[in-house]
């Protein structure tokens, strides 16, 4: 995975091998979830690390 700051909806499809439908769902959970703890979020894209953070891949 390149270092990015955010990942795209196919970038979380493909990260995850799902539809890109499955991915939007992921995308706005993860995004709710940020909004709750009080930060900005961008419609279609989620950030990178908190989505690695979530999926186990980092602490």
Do not use: H, I, P, W
């Not at 700051?5 to 995308?27: R, W």
């Not at 709710?32 to 950030?47: A, D, F, I, S």
């Amino acid at each position: 995975m390149v270092n990015k700051s955010f990942l795209t909806v196919q970038e979380v499809a493909d990260e995850l091998g799902v539809s890109k439908s499955y991915a939007y769902k992921v995308v706005r959970q993860l995004n709710e979830e940020l909004r709750q703890l009080g930060y900005l979020t961008v419609n279609g894209r989620v950030n990178a690390q908190f989505f690695q953070k979530k999926l186990c891949y980092s602490e």
